[in-house]
């Protein structure tokens, strides 16, 4: 199977396209989970606080979320094959200061230009499965890629426990450069040298408004889990969000040529598939964040009681059921949205997912670890059923000049989803805990009664996705080629 790349006069293998991909996000993912595990390491190392460590995560988390909306709306303008390996190239160097840096201020600077690359990663991804192949064999793609994501997710601790384990917190960015560094000619060479589908101007006040929209509600959400959402950087950081959101807003209005067409966010089968895109995807990180405390054997300031007594490595394996299901379902429910449509599919992920979080809030919390572990499978194959199909029907809703765009958007407040829900869902907790009220589930009878109230909570997310799903193209069946 092979699919034609625009301005070029040959051929490429779909199958080497989606090679380097996949292996691109799950790199990304891979270096992301495995520097999370290196913290505390880091911050011996240099002797740093908890608040100056943290910005190793949340430097990185910044300039990500405010680039890939930037590298979406390029995928749009430039060739997808240059914007993409410029985006490897940046995250090479980015990973070659991180192995150089000899003090934590260097190590966030490499952070920040890994961040700088790296957001290009799922913004040029997802736009160039758009952009190459027909919509008939998108959701296989798209589901190869959330699969790639499940993965690196899953096994970066493991990796990064055991590099970290044998050659110190650096080898993490020497394995990271190392791959990229492979990686980056397989891509000059597999992605498509396209061409502008409309207008080549690039409206860099607009794209900055919104960048600066998304990396303010990023930190607002941050200093919200540091310093308390009353404190004055996070309210401030919100209002900051706010401002710039509605600059944005007015430039798109008024610009003649906007960084992205005001009719894209009164096309309802988009905004649907972007508004459960982020709540699905807050209820999973939610979920993988919350159960590690639920059954850690380490009584953090969340804890209502040391629950499960797990080490590290079990917690590890009460999530990893559903880690293998997010990988072994996401390509075969991308294929079944190609054969049937989105939105069957997103409804049934939906409800599978607050099915298992009901689960969770009404018989596992502080149930055997077993319990949790079956209530978190159902969360990875309810995900793998939304995530892959909703994507495809966001693809399918954008018109052709406005798909890297689009699909930036759509990659950014995908990944706002997954940094909100566990700031809020961790504020809620330490409410519930000062609250020390029962568990406002009726059916609920153990002893870790603000976890329950807090898969209560997720509940309601899942509630406004479902409603948002009805907004969703029906599709209709899509032929697919013989293979």
Same mark, same amino acid.
């Given at each position: 199977?092979?699919?034609?790349?625009?301005?070029?006069?040959?051929?490429?293998?779909?199958?080497?396209?989606?090679?380097?991909?996949?292996?691109a996000?799950?790199?990304?993912?891979?270096?992301? =989970?495995?520097?999370?595990?290196?913290?505390?390491?880091?911050?011996?190392?240099?002797?740093?606080?908890?608040?100056?460590? =943290?910005?190793?995560?949340?430097?990185?988390?910044?300039?990500?979320?405010?680039?890939?909306?930037?590298?979406?709306?390029?995928?749009?303008?430039?060739?997808?094959?240059?914007a993409?390996?410029?985006?490897?190239?940046?995250?090479?160097?980015?990973?070659?200061?991180?192995? *150089?840096?000899?003090?934590?201020?260097?190590?966030?600077?490499?952070?920040v230009?890994?961040?700088?690359?790296?957001?290009?990663? $799922?913004?040029?991804?997802t736009?160039?499965?758009?952009?190459?192949?027909?919509?008939?064999?998108?959701?296989?793609?798209?589901?190869?890629?959330?699969?790639?994501? +499940?993965?690196?997710?899953?096994?970066? $601790?493991?990796?990064?426990?055991?590099?970290?384990?044998v050659?110190?917190?650096?080898?993490?960015?020497?394995?990271? *450069?190392?791959l990229?560094?492979?990686?980056?000619?397989?891509?000059?060479y597999?992605?498509p040298?396209?061409?502008?589908?409309?207008?080549r101007?690039?409206?860099?006040?607009?794209?900055?408004?919104?960048?600066?929209?998304?990396?303010?509600?990023?930190?607002g959400?941050?200093? +919200?889990?540091?310093?308390?959402? @009353?404190?004055?950087?996070?309210?401030?950081?919100?209002?900051g969000?706010?401002?710039?959101?509605?600059?944005?807003?007015?430039?798109?209005?008024?610009?003649?040529?906007?960084?992205v067409?005001?009719?894209?966010?009164?096309?309802? +089968?988009?905004?649907?598939?972007?508004?459960?895109?982020?709540?699905?995807?807050?209820?999973?990180?939610?979920?993988?964040?919350?159960? $590690?405390?639920?059954?850690?054997?380490?009584?953090?300031?969340?804890?209502?009681?040391?629950v499960?007594?797990?080490?590290?490595?079990?917690?590890?394996?009460?999530?990893?059921?559903?880690?293998?299901?997010?990988?072994?379902?996401s390509?075969l429910?991308?294929?079944?949205?190609?054969?049937?449509?989105?939105?069957?599919?997103?409804?049934?992920?939906?409800?599978?997912?607050?099915?298992?979080?009901?689960?969770?809030?009404?018989?596992?919390? +502080?149930?055997?670890?077993?319990?949790?572990?079956? @209530?978190?499978?159902?969360?990875?194959? %309810?995900?793998?059923?939304?995530?892959?199909?909703?994507?495809?029907?966001?693809?399918?809703?954008?018109?052709?000049?406005?798909?890297?765009?689009?699909l930036?958007?759509?990659? %950014?407040?995908?990944? *706002?989803?997954?940094?909100?829900?566990?700031?809020?869902?961790?504020?809620?907790?330490?409410?519930?805990?000062?609250?020390?009220?029962?568990?406002?589930?009726?059916?609920? %009878?153990?002893?870790?009664? $603000?976890?329950?109230?807090?898969?209560?909570? *997720? =509940?309601?997310?899942?509630?406004?996705?479902?409603?948002?799903?009805?907004?969703?193209?029906?599709?209709?069946?899509?032929?697919?080629?013989d293979?």
């Amino acid at each position: 199977m092979s699919a034609g790349a625009a301005g070029e006069g040959y051929k490429i293998s779909t199958r080497l396209l989606l090679a380097v991909l996949t292996s691109a996000v799950f790199i990304s993912v891979l270096n992301s =989970s495995m520097v999370n595990v290196a913290i505390p390491l880091i911050r011996e190392d240099f002797g740093a606080s908890e608040a100056q460590v =943290s910005w190793v995560i949340t430097g990185y988390l910044l300039l990500y979320a405010v680039g890939i909306p930037l590298y979406g709306r390029a995928s749009d303008i430039f060739s997808l094959r240059r914007a993409f390996v410029l985006g490897l190239a940046v995250f090479a160097a980015g990973s070659l200061v991180c192995i *150089l840096a000899p003090s934590l201020p260097v190590l966030v600077l490499g952070r920040v230009v890994q961040a700088m690359g790296g957001a290009a990663i $799922p913004a040029l991804a997802t736009a160039s499965v758009a952009k190459v192949l027909p919509p008939g064999e998108r959701g296989t793609a798209l589901g190869l890629i959330v699969s790639s994501v +499940g993965v690196g997710a899953a096994i970066g $601790p493991v990796v990064g426990g055991a590099l970290e384990q044998v050659a110190g917190w650096h080898s993490l960015f020497y394995a990271v *450069l190392f791959l990229m560094l492979i990686l980056i000619p397989g891509a000059a060479y597999a992605l498509p040298h396209t061409e502008s589908a409309g207008e080549r101007g690039f409206d860099v006040p607009g794209g900055l408004l919104l960048g600066l929209a998304a990396g303010l509600f990023l930190f607002g959400i941050t200093q +919200g889990q540091v310093a308390g959402f @009353g404190s004055f950087s996070s309210w401030g950081s919100f209002l900051g969000s706010a401002l710039a959101a509605a600059g944005f807003a007015w430039r798109i209005t008024s610009s003649e040529h906007p960084f992205v067409s005001p009719a894209l966010f009164r096309n309802r +089968g988009y905004v649907a598939a972007v508004i459960v895109g982020f709540l699905s995807m807050l209820v999973n990180v939610s979920c993988l964040v919350s159960i $590690p405390l639920l059954v850690s054997q380490v009584n953090g300031p969340l804890l209502v009681s040391q629950v499960n007594g797990l080490s590290p490595g079990s917690t590890g394996l009460v999530l990893a059921p559903g880690a293998v299901a997010l990988a072994i379902i996401s390509p075969l429910a991308g294929r079944l949205s190609d054969r049937i449509g989105a939105r069957r599919p997103v409804y049934a992920g939906l409800l599978v997912m607050l099915i298992s979080v009901l689960f969770l809030s009404a018989f596992a919390a +502080g149930a055997s670890p077993v319990v949790v572990a079956l @209530g978190m499978l159902g969360v990875g194959v %309810g995900f793998a059923f939304t995530n892959s199909p909703n994507v495809n029907a966001a693809a399918a809703a954008l018109p052709e000049e406005s798909t890297g765009v689009g699909l930036g958007i759509f990659n %950014g407040l995908f990944f *706002l989803g997954g940094g909100t829900g566990p700031a809020v869902v961790g504020a809620f907790l330490a409410a519930r805990r000062e609250a020390g009220a029962g568990a406002i589930n009726p059916l609920y %009878g153990l002893d870790a009664a $603000p976890f329950s109230d807090a898969f209560l909570l *997720l =509940s309601v997310a899942l509630l406004l996705a479902l409603a948002a799903s009805l907004g969703l193209r029906s599709g209709k069946k899509a032929k697919v080629p013989d293979r």
